[in-house]
């Protein structure tokens, strides 16, 4: 993602966050991959940061994910 298209998507009227939380197993970090969309209740979201992932425990942990505003730019 292009730094025009991430503050777009960060500074839009429209820009949206999501806070949640997900189940990550090391091969899902291993294949983790920012610029993949995600498609979450009728909108595209991008993964924006995982926190409190243990790579000894894989376990529940916090993600931030943004809404993709306009897949044209």
Not at 9 to 17: A, G, P, Q, R, V
Not at 41 to 52: A, F
């Amino acid at each position: 993602v292009s730094q025009s298209r991430y503050k777009a998507e960060i500074t839009d009227k429209d820009s949206k966050l999501m806070l949640c939380h997900a189940k990550l197993d090391n091969s899902d970090i291993a294949s983790l991959d920012f610029s993949k969309l995600i498609y979450v209740d009728g909108s595209y979201w991008r993964l924006n940061k995982i926190e409190d992932w243990n790579a000894e425990e894989p376990d529940v942990c916090k993600i931030e994910l943004i809404k993709v505003i306009n897949l044209l730019y």
